[in-house]
């Protein structure tokens, strides 16, 4: 049975209705995210890829010669040109995605851009061990991580992560992006777009699962729900029954009722500071950080020792 199989017969059959966020993205749930980073509600994208263009000198001199550059996550492939566009021969390039065609297809397209670059591709899903091509011999790894992708992990979650990262970049150092908390109506609407897309996206869980597991269900019975919890700091996404829904995935069958919800994401929010502390619990070293004008967003520069 798969990870998502037996993912979701827990998420249904248990007390808590709740699964992670990774199996939203197969290649329609990737296509409508790349929607969602447009959208004018969802500052997170525009705001980093204004950080990256202003810092990337940096971002490259810190990075060093012949690094191999691995991005978590990878999808697209857009913010990391512009660390390659900057970087200093490096070694390689190694994007890690769950989405294998996505994936694929954004190698091909980054490839014809970068001839000489040695792109080695990873299907995998990030979040556990996996295997990773050999480092350089005379450059470090240097792990990217934007998105703010990160807050989709509770507090011990996001610690088990990056002491996973520091791990594997032990002697190098990670570049990763994290949304900061701020005023609750701007996050609202980030995640309730006027055109309905973010609603599609948290839809596509079920739709995914219909065609990759066979699941039974009616996706249109369920309402899309995003509210921010201050208390935890942290936007929360659900799919709500209309009325009650009847699922029937591999011979068992489940019933969500109105009231109930399977909850598909959460997004934690950050100060800087918090989330410095808890880079350093991963055995980091927090050695530079940015912001942009407003205090919505940051990147930060954590060394992995060595």
Known sequence: MSSFAEDLHAALAGPVH????????????????????????YYPTRTELALLRRHAPDFARRM???AQLIEYGAGALVK???LLERAERPHSFVPVDISGPHLLAACESLQAEHPALRILPV??????????????????????????SIGNFD???ALDFLKLLREELDGGALLIGVDLIKDPALLHAAYNDAQGVT????????????????????????DHYAFYEPRLHRIEMHLLPRGPQL???????????????????????????SFQDLARQAGFTPAAHWTDERGWFSLHWLEAGG
């Open 18 to 41: 709740e699964i992670s966020p990774k199996y939203f993205y197969d290649a329609e749930g990737s296509a409508l995210f790349e929607r969602i980073c447009e959208l004018p509600e």
């Open 64 to 66: 060093g010669r012949d």
């Open 80 to 82: 990391v040109r512009l």
């Open 123 to 148: 299907v995998a899903d990030f979040t556990r061990m996996h295997v990773l091509p050999d480092p350089p011999t005379d450059g470090r790894r240097i792990g990217f991580f934007p998105g703010s």
């Open 155 to 157: 507090p011990a979650q």
């Open 199 to 222: 609603a599609r996206f948290n839809l596509n869980l079920l739709r995914h699962a219909q065609r990759e597991l066979g699941l039974e269900c009616d996706a249109n019975g369920f």
């Open 247 to 273: 699922l029937q995935l591999q011979g068992r069958q489940y019933t969500l009722a109105p009231g109930e919800s399977l909850h598909t994401e959460n997004s934690y929010k950050y100060s800087v500071a």
